[in-house]
């Protein structure tokens, strides 16, 4: 309607007036004076990338489909060959120029230096959130460092190097630290100075360890540089006394407490994607954990959970037929993030009624219960209202053990601030310092790990950040990729047709049979192996095995993702990842 305006009045005027008129502001646009002339309008503009950027809850509580911890209903497209650059997306920067025309246009010397900063501060994160991103899925990329035109012909340049990109990401992430404001967000839904040093913690170790084991990558002299950062900027967090562990006390509830709360538990939370069940802003985790048709029906796999030590602090897989016990033994006397992570032992829903592993959504046995409010009200409905964490205070306590770990800086005193802490949460005994490679962790997992500090720092970070979406990014950061590849295993199974109590009550919960038998045992969910998509590993017994009959394959390759194929042609400067051509 204005411009219908616009253009009569214009049609009205020409001859006379026409030039005069022409030289006004426009009155349906803002001027970026305009925009850009109140720390209100800063703010205003600033929220925006909240939403546009951030994951939000089901990113985070999804993001370990594509890993190998879990059990997903398929193999994800990537690993089985699936992806090709003509499928290939997230070549896209439109955040990046909203943020960049943020940068260009924010230092109006009307607004107090201190404010302006801030709120330029802020967006110095966002951009080197954006970069991180990028870099992890690309490798070089270009720069830019402003919003440019649509004629600029800098939109066709060629890729920069990952060793500028990243300089420049620090850059922007020490700019945001020093300028962001301090006070800390109750709620967790802002970006403040601790965010950016969480954030900083995360994206420097990523990029230190990266350097460090992709020697490809010719980057391996500038590593601990960035090793260094992760350490300072977790150390500087960790000596604010911001934040510290949940930790009441009641280690069979504080780890969980974190992911069912409505309210992020602000002690620990940096940052939360908030839902909140009055205002109708909900998700969906509780259904796609609990449904046997709408995700993608995650577990944990075998060969993950055995890597959940026992509470007195010794590695479960040296107790003696470790890996011959039936699912309602192996679970007992656990760290107890194991039962606060999957349904076992003596789990009732909200009306006491006893949940034990649901064989009609779960294909392992290890059925994730992390997310999923205990009410089974929501398991067939999108009205989850717990927020999720996307970085929380013991992510930084391990960020800063791996970085001085991998620096050779690592003491006990740092072993019993960090890892050892998260053990004491979790009920499990602090036995000190690791003096011994694990022999399951190294046969199993990171055959190329020799310090066995580095190794239970890997087992602690798997254990304590599982199904929170960082695992594929820990993969290809130590070049571990290869693990993508392994057999999807669940829970072992004496017999076939042998009626199993999962939970210990006295009930038969499931039997695996190769046919479903006529006179079935009212409770009992039939789980029928075809030998093929499903199977035992040992014939008529041994440990449930899913989807051996699809190749997986991680090439080298796939450290980097490749440039959608339409990208190269718009823009022939650019170089396809290798591999990729």
Partial sequence: MKQRIITALLVLMAGTSCTKFLDKTPLDKLTPDQAFSTENNLQLYINSFYTQMLPDGPAIYKGDVMADITVPNTVPAYVAGRVTPIEATGWTWDNLRNVNYFLDHY?????????????????????????????????????????????????????????VVMDSVLADLNFAVANIYDTKDNSATQVTKWVALAYKSRICLFEGTFRKYHPEAKLSSSADKFLQEAADAASQLMKSGQYKLQSSGATEKDYRSLFISENPVSAE????????????????????????????????????????????????????????????????????????????????????????????????????????????????????????????????????????????????DDWNNTAGALRTRAGVKNNGLPVDVDAYMKANFFSDISSPV????????????????????????????????????????????????????????????????????????????????????????????????????????????????????????????????
Wanted: aromatic share 14%; with cysteine; hydrophobic share 35%.
């Fill in 107 to 163: 230092d109006n010397p009307s607004i107090s230096t201190k404010a302006r900063n801030h709120y330029g501060g802020i967006a110095h994160f966002f951009r080197a959130y954006f970069y991180y991103n990028m870099v992890k899925q690309f490798g070089d990329v270009p720069w830019y460092s402003h919003a440019l035109a649509v004629d600029d012909s800098a939109l066709y340049k060629a890729r920069d190097s990952r060793a």
């Fill in 454 to 581: 580095i190794m239970e720092i890997r087992r602690e970070r798997g254990v304590e950040l599982a199904c929170e979406g960082n695992r594929y990014d820990d993969l290809r950061r130590w070049k571990a990729g290869k693990l993508l590849e392994r057999v999807y295993d669940g829970i072992y199974v004496p017999a076939k047709g042998q009626l199993l109590d999962l939970n210990g009550d006295g009930k038969y919960d499931v039997c695996f049979v190769d046919k479903v038998p006529a006179d079935k045992v009212s409770g009992v969910v039939y789980f029928q192996l075809d030998n093929n998509t499903s199977k035992l590993s040992q014939g008529d017994k041994g440990n449930l095995i899913w989807l051996s009959n699809i190749t997986k394959k991680y090439e080298d390759k796939k450290y980097l993702y490749p440039i959608p194929y339409n990208e190269i042609i718009l823009n022939p400067n650019l170089v396809q990842n290798p591999g990729w051509e």
């Fill in 269 to 412: 939370v940096i940052l939360a994607a908030v839902y909140n069940n009055s205002l109708k802003k909900w998700h969906d985790a509780a259904w796609w954990y609990n449904s046997a048709t709408l995700g993608n029906r995650l577990g944990l796999s075998k060969s993950f959970v055995n890597t959940y030590l026992a509470s007195d602090g010794t590695a479960f897989t040296n107790k003696s037929g470790y890996d011959t016990l039936q699912f309602q033994d192996e679970v007992k006397n656990r760290d107890k993030r194991l039962q606060q992570t999957i349904r076992m032992g003596d789990y009732k829903r909200t009306d006491g009624s006893p949940a034990p592993p649901d064989f009609t959504v779960t294909y392992s046995g290890y059925q994730i219960q992390k997310f999923s409010l205990d009410d089974k009200y929501f398991d067939t409905r999108t009205e989850s209202y717990n927020s999720i964490p996307i970085i929380r205070y013991a992510e930084v306590l391990l960020n800063y053990a791996e970085a001085k770990a991998e620096l050779g800086t690592f003491t006990a």
